[in-house]
C-alpha cells in the first residue's frame, strides 16, 4: 500500500467507433466519456487563475517515518521526503480534483485511444522541460516505465500495469503503449504514471543501476525542485519561476508559493506544540482526541491560527484492522470474524472519538460500488460459479460490522465470538484460548507508533473475555517497514484510501498472484480464484454498468470473508492552519485530499 500513496491513479475512457482510425482523439479523457471541461478551457474551476506568486508554506511532514534516507521515491528501501513525487514529477495527464476517472494532457497535447482498445497514443508538448532544460521526449518516457517495471520498484507497478505489453516510441515526440487486451483504465493509469530524465543517475555518462540512483537529485518537469537540506529538520522545495507549465490550462493557479518547506518532527506531542508556536502554517488533524481537546492556545484564541473542517466526497476508503491470513491461526474465517465481533465500536466513538467517525462497512463507501442489501440479479450471476469457494454469507445480505447498541450488546457479540471459535475448535481452557493441539491463542498487533495502544487496548480486554492474548508491538519505522514487506506481522492497521473508479490496483491488495509476492499489497494474504476472477471481471468491464456488479460482487466476497476488520472514516479534512499567512480559493474541490488542495491552490497572504 505505499506504493499507491506516491501514484496518482488516473482512468481514462474510450468510445467505440467503427473503422481502424482512434476510438477517441483529444484534450484528455473521461472513463465512461463525460469530461467536464472542453478543449478550451482556461483553468480548473476550483483556482484561483491570478492568485499572487511568493511567499513561504511552512509544512510538517506526514510520513510515519521520522526522517528520509532517499530522494528516489520509487525503489523498494528507504523513505524519500514527503510531497517530493507530487511536487517534481509531471505525468502525460494531470488528475482534476473536481471529477473522478478523468486526465487533462500535461506532459501530453493529444491523446489517442485505438478502435480496438488495444492501445493509447500520446504526444508530447514540444514546450515540456525537466529542470536541467532538456525537453521531454518518448525516449524519456519509455526510460521511466522501464525503470518503474524493473526489478527495483515495488510489485505493485508491475501488478498495476500487468495488461501492459509495452511501450514504442514512434518518433521524437510520440509514443504508444500497447496492452494485453483491452481495459477502459490502462490509458488514464499510464497516463498518471510519474515522468522523469533518462539523465537522472547517470554517472560517467553511463546509467547507474536504479536502486543505487538513491541521493541523486531527481531531474523531473514538475512546478519545484529540492531546495536547501538539513537532514533530520527539514527540506525545502523551490518554485521554478521558468516551469515549463506555469501558463498551461490544467496549472493557471497551481504552484503558487516560492518555497515549501516541510518540517520533521519525532511525534505527534511535537508537533502540535511546534503549531501553537507558530512554526508552521498548517497541520491536517486524524486524532479525534487531538482535534477535539488539544488544538487550543494564545494563537488560536487571537484568530491567527484557526480550525478548519472541509467538506468533501472522496471514497471513505476501507481503514481497517488487516488479518494476516498465512498465519495457520487465522485461516479458518470463523475466527476471523470472532476477532471482529470483540471491537465495540461505538463505545469508541463516543468516549475515545468524541463522536467525530462513521463505521467503514465495505471496500467502496461513499461510492456508487457500495453494495448494499441483497445482491441483484447480476451480481448473483457473478457469484453463482464460485459458490462452493466463497462465503455463503456473500449470497446474501451485505455485511454489516456488529453493533453493541440498540438491539445488539457486546455481550450478545462476544457470545456470537465464542461460538464460532468453538466451532473453528478453539475452547477455553483455564481462562486461555487453545486449539485442538493445545496451541494458546496469542496475537501481536504491529504499530510502528505507540500512541496507538490506546486504540487498542479496549479491543485487547475484550478479547481477554474470550481467552484470546493480544499483545501490542511498537517497533520503529524501518523495522516496520521491513516486517511489512515481508509479511512477518499477525495483524496491522492499514487506511486504504477508496476510489470511485476501482481497477487493476485491486489485484495488488487481493490477488492470488500478490498473495506470495514480497512488498506487493497484498498484506492479508488473500488467495482466492473467486476474488480473481471478479477482479477481472471489474478491470474488464467496458461499461459503468458492467463495473458496478462486479466491483459490489468484490464488496461482497471481501467483506464476508474478514480478512479485514472495519475501523472508522471522517467526512471532512480537519486542518488548523495560519489565517494570517495563507490565503484560499473560494471553492473547495470536491474530490481533494487535504494538505494536496493546500499545496497546489492556496497562496502566501
Known amino acids: 500500500m505505499r506504493f499507491f500513496r506516491v501514484l496518482c491513479s488516473f482512468l481514462l475512457a474510450l468510445t467505440v467507433l467503427a473503422g481502424n482510425g482512434p476510438a477517441w482523439a483529444a484534450h484528455g479523457y473521461a472513463l465512461w466519456g463525460d469530461l467536464k471541461y472542453p478543449s478550451d478551457f482556461s483553468n480548473f474551476d476550483y483556482v484561483n487563475p491570478v492568485a499572487p506568486k511568493g511567499g513561504e508554506l511552512r509544512l510538517v511532514s506526514n510520513l510515519r517515518s521520522s526522517t528520509f534516507d532517499k530522494y528516489n521515491p520509487f525503489t523498494i528501501k528507504g523513505?524519500?521526503?514527503?510531497?517530493?513525487?507530487?511536487?517534481?514529477?509531471?505525468?502525460?495527464l494531470a488528475g482534476p480534483l473536481d471529477e473522478t476517472a478523468s486526465g487533462y494532457g500535461l506532459l501530453a497535447q493529444d491523446v489517442s485511444v485505438a478502435a480496438d482498445g488495444m492501445s493509447v497514443t500520446f504526444v508530447l508538448r514540444p514546450e515540456a522541460r525537466f529542470h536541467n532544460g532538456d525537453p521531454v521526449l518518448a525516449a524519456d518516457v519509455k526510460h521511466s516505465y522501464d525503470m518503474l517495471m524493473g526489478p527495483y520498484t515495488s510489485p505493485a507497478y508491475k501488478t498495476l500495469l500487468e495488461d501492459v505489453a509495452g511501450i514504442d516510441i514512434l518518433s521524437e515526440r510520440s509514443l504508444r503503449y500497447r496492452f494485453k487486451k483491452p481495459n477502459r483504465e490502462l490509458p488514464l493509469t499510464v497516463g498518471g504514471l510519474p515522468v522523469f530524465s533518462r539523465s537522472w543517475g547517470l554517472e560517467g555518462g553511463k546509467p547507474k543501476r536504479f536502486d543505487t540512483v538513491v541521493m541523486d537529485i531527481p531531474i523531473g518537469s514538475g512546478p519545484y525542485r529540492v531546495g536547501p537540506v538539513r537532514f533530520g529538520k527539514d527540506i525545502t522545495y523551490v518554485r521554478d519561476p521558468a516551469y515549463w507549465a506555469k501558463d498551461l490550462n490544467v496549472r493557471r493557479g497551481v504552484g503558487n508559493f516560492d518555497r515549501i518547506t516541510v518540517k520533521i518532527y519525532k511525534d505527534n506531542t511535537a508537533k502540535l506544540e511546534a503549531l501553537k508556536a507558530g512554526e508552521f502554517d498548517l497541520m491536517r488533524f486524524f486524532s479525534a482526541g487531538d482535534w477535539a481537546r488539544r488544538v487550543n492556545g494564545k494563537k488560536f484564541d487571537s484568530g491567527e491560527l484557526i480550525k478548519g473542517e472541509f467538506k468533501h466526497r472522496l471514497p471513505s476508503g476501507f481503514q481497517s484492522y488487516?488479518?494476516?491470513?498465512?498465519?495457520?491461526?487465522?485461516?479458518?474465517?470463523?475466527?476471523?470474524?470472532?476477532?471482529?465481533?470483540?471491537?465495540d465500536y461505538e463505545w469508541m466513538n463516543r468516549q475515545m472519538f468524541y463522536g467525530a467517525y462513521q463505521r467503514v462497512r465495505g471496500l467502496f463507501g461513499n461510492t456508487d460500488c457500495q453494495a448494499s442489501g441483497l445482491p441483484g440479479p447480476q451480481e448473483l450471476a457473478i457469484l453463482e460459479p464460485w459458490r462452493s469457494q466463497i462465503a455463503p454469507a456473500a449470497m446474501d445480505a451485505m455485511f454489516a460490522p456488529p453493533r453493541t447498541d440498540g438491539a445488539g450488546s457486546l455481550r450478545d457479540n462476544l457470545r456470537r465470538a465464542r461460538d464460532l471459535l468453538g466451532q473453528a475448535g478453539w475452547t477455553v481452557q483455564n481462562g486461555v484460548l487453545r486449539n485442538q493441539k493445545g496451541e494458546a491463542m496469542v496475537i501481536d498487533y504491529l504499530d510502528s507508533n505507540e500512541g496507538g495502544a490506546r486504540v487498542v487496548a479496549p479491543w485487547a480486554r475484550n478479547l481477554e473475555k474470550l481467552g484470546i492474548k493480544l499483545n501490542y508491538r511498537a517497533v520503529d519505522f524501518a523495522l516496520y517497514q521491513q516486517r511489512l514487506s515481508k509479511f512477518e506481522f499477525d495483524?496491522?492497521?492499514?487506511?486504504?484510501?477508496?476510489?470511485?473508479?476501482?481497477?487493476?490496483?485491486y489485484a495488488d491488495m487481493f490477488g492470488s498472484k500478490a498473495a506470495v509476492t514480497e512488498d506487493s499489497g497484498n498484506m492479508a494474504g488473500v488467495s482466492s480464484p473467486a476474488i480473481d476472477a471478479i477482479i477481472a471481471r471489474m478491470t474488464s468491464a467496458k461499461t459503468k454498468a458492467d463495473l458496478l456488479p462486479a466491483c459490489r460482487a468484490l464488496d461482497r466476497v471481501i467483506s464476508h470473508s474478514h480478512y479485514l476488520i472495519p475501523q472508522w472514516t471522517a467526512t471532512t479534512h480537519r486542518m488548523a492552519f495560519n489565517d494570517r499567512r495563507l490565503g484560499r480559493p473560494g471553492q473547495v474541490p470536491p474530490y481533494s485530499s487535504g494538505e494536496g488542495w493546500v499545496i497546489n491552490t492556496w497562496w502566501a497572504r
Open 491 to 505: 495483524i496491522i492497521s492499514l487506511a486504504y484510501g477508496g476510489t470511485h473508479s476501482p481497477g487493476q490496483e
Open 322 to 343: 488487516v488479518i494476516n491470513t498465512r498465519r495457520d491461526k487465522f485461516k479458518d474465517v470463523r475466527v476471523r470474524e470472532a476477532l471482529g465481533l470483540a471491537i
Open 79 to 92: 523513505s524519500a521526503p514527503a510531497y517530493l513525487s507530487d511536487l517534481m514529477f509531471d505525468a502525460l
